[in-house]
C-alpha cells in the first residue's frame, strides 16, 4: 500500500483547490492506484502522484491525463485547468507566490531586499569609496555579475546608513536610459535644489548604445551628462556591461573620466558565493543542504555571469523545498543552474495553445535587440507598441506571471539577458531570424518617426528599404503580418500606397511625354511637308 497523500485545503488557493478536485475525482473513480492510473495515461506514478499534491499545477497535458484516466471529460477538466492557471497567475502578479522566498531569481535585488543581499560587501565598500571621492564613476562588469542588485540593494542602502561615513547624498535617483534618454535622462541632470549633492545613478548605460543608433545624438547626451557632473551638486555613476565598455571609449569626453575611475565587478570568491546562497536562507529561517552549496560553487564558482542563474535556480529550489530544507534532489530535478531557467521556460510555454505559443515567441522577440557582432541585449518596451487584445494580453500577463518578463511602470523587458542565452529555445530563435529581427527594430522606430513628424510622406519608407520590409513584413494577400503592432502595420501600408502612387504617377507622365513627343513628331513631320511642298513649288512655279 502506498504512503497515505497529505491533506489538501481547497481554500489555500488555486493549486490547492485544483489538486483536490483531480483527487475527488480519482477517489469518485474508485481510487485506482498510480501505478495503474500511469499505465492509462502514459505518465508515470511519480508525476501523476505530484500532480495532485497541491505543491504547484501540473502542466496541461499531465492534467489532462490524470483526468482522463479517472473518466474526467477532457473539456471539462481544460476548463478547470485554464481557470486554476489564470488564478494563480494573478496571485503571482501580485506577488503572493514568491514573496516569501529568499531568492529573487531572475529579477534584480531591490532596496528593500537589503536583508536578503549578501556577498558583495567589499564591492559595496570600493563603491562607496569612489562615489564619496569623484564625481563621476563607472561600474564595470559582464552581463549577469548582479550590478543593477548591487546599486538597488548594495550601495544605495549603505549611502543611507546614518552610520557611513563621508558625506552621504542629500538625493538619489536612479534611472536606465531606455529608448528615449531624452525623455528619461536629462530631465534627471538637474540637480535637487537642496544643500547637498544629488547622486545621479544610470544603470544599464550600454543602452545609450544598443537602442540610440544615432551617433550624433548619443554624443549630445553624453556631452551635457558629463557637464552636468561638473557643477558643485550632481553626481554621476554609471553601469555598464564589459562587452560595451570598449563603446565608451568612442566619446573622448567619456573615456577621460572612465579612464580616472571605475570599478570592474569581478567573478565571487567561493566564501562570497557560499554567503550569497546559505545566509538569504537562514533569514528566512530555512536551511540548505551542505551537498547542494557544494554542488552549486562548483557549478558557478568560476563563471563571472552566472548570479542571475544561480539566484532563479536557488527560487525553483526554494518552491520544491523538502519542509525547511533546501535539497540537492529539488536542484537535479531543474537541471542545476544551467537548465532552471530552460527548465521554467519550457513548462510555461509547453502549457500555451499552438495560438498562443505563436504570440509568446512573437512578444518576447520583440524584447530583443539582436546583435551582428556583439551579444544580444533585451530591449525595454511600452506596453502600447504591444498589440492590445484579450488573447495577447492574456499570453503576456502569463509570460510575467512565470516571472520570464519584468514590468518596471509601464514598460515591459526580459527579467534578464540571461534568459537569451540559457533558454535553447529562445536563443534559436534569435539566432535563426536575426535579419529579419535587426529589420523588425527598424521599422519599428520609422514607424516611431512618422507618428512624431505627424505622418509626413516624405518619413515613408521608398527604395531598398520599402523592397525588404514588403518581404519580410506582409503576407501573400499584401496584408502586414500579425506580429505588427497598428503604428507599423500603418506605416508600412502607407509607404506601399505612396509607392504605388508615385508609379502610376510616374506611369501617367510617362504617357503625356509619349504623347506630346508624337504629337511635336506629328506637327514636326507636316510643318516639314508644307515647307516642302513650298519649296518645291517655289523652285518649279
Known amino acids: ?117 549578501f556577498g558583495r560587501d567589499s564591492l559595496v565598500e570600493e563603491l562607496l569609496a569612489l562615489t564619496s571621492a569623484h564625481r563621476f564613476v563607472a561600474l564595470v562588469g559582464a552581463s549577469g555579475s548582479g550590478k543593477s542588485s548591487l546599486l538597488r540593494a548594495g550601495l544605495i542602502p549603505a ?6 561615513t563621508g558625506p552621504a547624498p542629500v538625493v538619489i535617483r536612479i534611472c536606465t536610459p531606455g529608448s528615449d534618454p531624452d525623455s528619461t535622462l536629462i530631465p534627471l541632470l538637474t540637480p535637487a535644489d537642496t544643500d547637498g549633492d544629488t547622486l545621479l545613478i544610470i544603470d544599464q548605460f550600454e543602452e545609450l548604445f544598443t537602442l540610440q543608433d544615432d551617433r ?26 564589459a562587452d560595451f565598455f570598449g563603446h565608451c571609449a568612442d566619446h573622448p569626453g567619456l573615456a577621460r573620466v572612465i579612464n580616472q575611475t571605475h570599478l570592474l565587478t569581478a567573478a565571487m570568491t567561493r566564501t562570497q558565493l557560499r554567503a550569497a546562497v546559505t545566509r538569504p536562507a ?61 527548465h521554467t521556460a519550457e513548462a510555461v510555454f509547453a502549457d500555451l495553445r499552438d495560438a498562443e505559443a505563436d504570440l509568446a515567441r512573437t512578444m518576447l522577440l520583440r524584447l530583443i535587440s539582436p546583435s551582428h557582432e556583439g551579444a544580444d541585449t533585451r530591449r525595454p518596451v511600452p506596453r502600447s507598441e504591444f498589440i492590445a487584445d484579450e488573447r495577447r494580453t492574456a499570453v503576456l500577463e502569463r509570460l510575467i506571471a512565470a516571472r520570464l518578463l519584468a514590468v518596471d511602470s509601464d514598460t515591459v523587458e526580459l527579467a534578464h539577458e540571461a534568459l537569451i542565452t540559457a533558454w535553447p529555445r529562445l536563443h534559436q530563435w534569435v539566432t535563426s531570424e536575426r535579419d529579419r529581427l535587426h529589420e523588425h527594430r527598424r521599422l519599428t522606430e520609422a514607424a516611431g518617426t512618422w507618428e512624431a513628424l505627424a505622418r509626413d510622406g516624405g518619413a515613408l519608407y521608398r527604395g531598398v528599404l520599402l523592397v525588404v520590409a514588403r518581404e519580410y513584413f506582409l503576407a501573400a494577400d499584401g496584408q502586414p503580418i500579425d506580429e505588427l503592432n497598428d503604428s507599423e502595420a500603418e506605416f508600412l501600408l502607407a509607404s506601399v500606397l505612396a509607392r504605388e502612387t508615385e508609379r502610376k504617377e510616374a506611369t501617367r507622365t510617362a504617357r503625356r511625354v509619349q504623347l506630346l513627343s508624337f504629337l511635336l513628331i506629328v506637327l514636326t513631320t507636316s510643318a516639314l511637308a508644307v515647307w516642302l511642298t513650298w519649296f518645291l513649288n517655289r523652285e518649279h512655279p
Do not use: N
Open 282 to 342: 537562514a533569514a528566512a529561517g530555512l536551511v540548505v543542504e551542505r551537498a547542494l552549496t557544494d554542488r552549486i560553487l562548483t557549478d558557478v564558482a568560476t563563471e563571472p555571469g552566472a548570479l542571475p542563474l544561480l539566484s532563479h535556480a536557488l527560487l525553483e529550489v526554494w518552491r520544491r523545498r523538502s519542509g525547511k530544507t533546501l535539497t540537492l534532489a529539488a536542484y537535479k530535478a531543474i537541471d542545476g543552474v544551467h537548465g532552471a531557467i530552460a
Open 1 to 117: 500500500m502506498g504512503r497515505r497523500e497529505k491533506e489538501l485545503d481547497p481554500a489555500s488557493g488555486p493549486v490547492q483547490a485544483f489538486a483536490y478536485e483531480l483527487r475527488q475525482l480519482r477517489t469518485a473513480a474508485g481510487s485506482p492506484p498510480y501505478r495503474e492510473l500511469a499505465r492509462q495515461a502514459g505518465f508515470s506514478a511519480p508525476t501523476l502522484s505530484e500532480a495532485a499534491s497541491g505543491r504547484r499545477l501540473p502542466s496541461l497535458q499531465v492534467a489532462l491525463a490524470y483526468a482522463s484516466a479517472c473518466g474526467g471529460e477532457a473539456t471539462e477538466w481544460e476548463r478547470r485547468w485554464r481557470d486554476a492557471q489564470g488564478d494563480a497567475a494573478r496571485e503571482t502578479v501580485d506577488g503572493q507566490d514568491t514573496a516569501a522566498s529568499p531568492y529573487r531569481g531572475l529579477r534584480r535585488y531591490e532596496t528593500s531586499d537589503q536583508a536578503l543581499f
Open 216 to 241: 550624433a545624438l548619443r554624443d549630445q547626451l553624453i556631452d551635457r551628462l558629463l557637464t552636468a557632473c561638473t557643477t558643485d551638486r550632481l553626481r554621476v555613476l554609471i553601469a555598464v556591461r
Open 159 to 164: 549611502l543611507r546608513d546614518p552610520d557611513a
